[in-house]
């Protein structure tokens, strides 16, 4: 029973099902047929053609290196420098990376030997962009970081603004934005914000680079809102630089598989650069992706088309059988060989100058020795005879000086000496007149007395001018004395500073009563007063403070 049943199966099978996978199989083979007769027409028709477009008309570099020929003639080395640089900058967005790097090596050599280090830094970016576009990022690194490293040194010499900076911190963003290290980049663009102004010509770059960055972090809509605001500024100042910026749009799209706007972008960022001659390295990834953007259509045609258009200008721009890149596969550093063949024959001259003049300095070291010891004993010589002249004379002033102090003392005590007796011949004087004064009252009680009375008048007058005289000789022999006490201390009477004086004399008290015609407790009283007067504390002697001043 089975084994019919398995007969009438096999032979279903062999009727309905065996045609019809030939059927299948045919269908599949036309399919493969007619797919490669239609790569055949893609690729290479077109061919020649993409990279025609390429370098077709392309005579941009002619004004420079017309240039370049002139500074040369006139020896300009500055200006040879500058063409240098920008003939690197133009050659590398035409993708002609063998004269690009040739120019910034040129340039970079020109800048080394004129000392010229922001040259040298633009020269180093430079050659980062083209280690860069190789793919070779370590060394890429290596030359982006040289330039900053120049460059915050002449800031910190002043010579170069701060907001210069940005110049360096965008291409290291770039690089990290290709190493797909958001924070890194982050950083750069951080530091970047930090310095930059308003006015600064680089904040739309800054600003799209933030953009990048948030591609970079697949925040699409967002790179959308902060690269689209920026479009107009670009088309009006740097047209050339929306092939970047339209790529970077593209790209956003297509990650919220906005296809259509997507290839809107990557069409635009493609026909700038035809257009423009510049940023090519973009156009055979912008291909790459349309082809990726065509599949996800399901649009085998378009997606097959583009791919191969981004293989054959890839190959063209980096394949080692690309005669525009045989040279630069083999990227060695001319620079630091030109250099340390320079400092060898430097350094060879050098030597022989030194064999050569060897001699010649070591009579001047000894030339230069015995000057010095010349100099040393001339000098201890002069030192000593200037030291012993200005203690001798230092010596002969202050003996002369010791002997008329002396001399100044001895003449005051003796003018002191003569002051007191003179008073104390006044004092007598006064006395004895007092004497007679009294006597003289009591006669001048009796009848007839008025001549009496008249020459009781007289002696008083007398003691005044006594008076005026002893002040008259005391301000001689004191001189200052009474115009420092009055200085000092303005409240004092002229009956305050006559005791000052007597004081000054050392009289004492007593006597002071005498010369004065009061009595003794009178002069204790006075004494007591010019103390309160001069607010001198009890624990200070009189004596001794009038004679300090």
């Not at 280690?131 to 330039?147: D, F, G, I, Q």
């Not at 308003?198 to 770059?205: E, V």
């Not at 697949?218 to 690269?227: E, G, T, V």
């Not at 009006?236 to 339209?246: A, D, F, G, I, M």
Request: aromatic residues 12%; positive net charge.
């Amino acid at each position: 029973m089975f084994t019919v049943l398995n007969e009438i199966t096999m032979l279903f099978i062999y009727r309905f099902f065996t045609p019809l996978l030939l059927i299948l199989f045919c269908i599949n083979v036309y399919t493969l047929n007619a797919q490669k007769k239609h790569i055949s027409d893609i690729s290479f028709p077109q061919k020649k053609w993409h990279i025609e477009r390429l370098t077709k008309n392309d005579s941009s570099h002619i004004e420079w290196e017309t240039k370049l020929a002139r500074h040369n003639f006139t020896k300009d080395t500055i200006a040879q420098i500058n063409v240098l640089n920008n003939l690197g900058e133009l050659y590398c967005n035409r993708i002609n990376y063998e004269k690009s790097y040739d120019s910034y090596w040129k340039a970079l050599l020109l800048a080394e030997k004129t000392n010229n280090p922001a040259a040298m830094a633009t020269s180093y970016t430079g050659i980062g962009i083209l280690y860069s576009l190789y793919n070779r990022r370590p060394e890429a690194l290596k030359y982006y970081l040289k330039s900053l490293e120049i460059n915050k040194l002449l800031v910190k010499k002043n010579e170069l603004k701060a907001t210069a900076l940005i110049k360096n911190y965008l291409p290291l963003a770039t690089h990290y934005f290709y190493n797909n290290d958001p924070e890194t980049m982050r950083s750069y663009l951080e530091t970047a914000e930090l310095i930059t102004t308003l006015n600064n010509p680089y904040i739309n770059f800054l600003k799209v680079h933030f953009g990048y960055l948030s591609l970079l972090e697949k925040n699409y809509a967002k790179a959308i809102k902060q690269l689209l605001p920026h479009e107009n500024y670009f088309l009006n100042e740097k047209p050339s630089y929306l092939v970047v910026l339209y790529a970077m749009l593209g790209d956003s799209y297509f990650g919220l598989k906005e296809y259509k706007k997507a290839i809107f972008y990557y069409e635009k960022s493609n026909a700038i650069g035809y257009q423009y001659k510049n940023h090519l390295n973009f156009i055979p990834d912008t291909y790459k992706k349309l082809s990726e953007v065509y599949q996800q259509m399901n649009n085998e045609s378009k997606a097959l088309k583009n791919l191969l258009t981004s293989l054959e200008i890839n190959q063209y721009l980096y394949s080692s059988r690309s005669p525009n890149n045989q040279y630069l596969l083999e990227i060695k550093d001319q620079f630091m060989l030109e250099k340390e063949r320079l400092d060898k024959l430097a350094a060879e001259q050098q030597l022989e100058q030194l064999l050569h003049t060897e001699s010649l300095w070591r009579l001047r070291y000894i030339i230069m020795l015995i000057s010095a010891l010349f100099l040393v004993v001339l000098g201890v010589v002069i030192y000593r005879y200037t030291t012993t002249k200005l203690r001798n004379e230092k010596k002969m002033l202050l003996q002369k000086k010791e002997l008329e102090t002396k001399k100044s003392e001895e003449i005051l005590e003796i003018k002191n000496k003569e002051l007191t007796e003179s008073t104390l011949r006044l004092m007598a004087k006064d006395e004895l007149l007092n004497e007679v004064k009294t006597n003289l009252k009591e006669i001048s009680e009796q009848p007839n007395s008025h001549s009496v009375k008249k020459l009781i008048k007289t002696i008083s007058v007398n003691s005044k001018e006594n008076w005026s005289e002893f002040e008259s000789r005391f301000t001689m022999v004191n001189q200052g004395f009474y115009s420092r006490l009055k200085k000092k201390y303005p409240d004092l009477s002229q009956y305050d500073l006559k005791v000052c004086a007597l004081i000054k004399l050392g009289f004492s008290g007593k006597e002071m009563a005498k010369v004065m015609g009061i009595s003794h407790e009178s002069a204790n009283t006075s004494r007591y007063r010019l103390r309160k007067k001069i607010n001198l504390d009890k624990n200070v002697n009189l004596v001794e403070f009038i004679n300090d001043i």
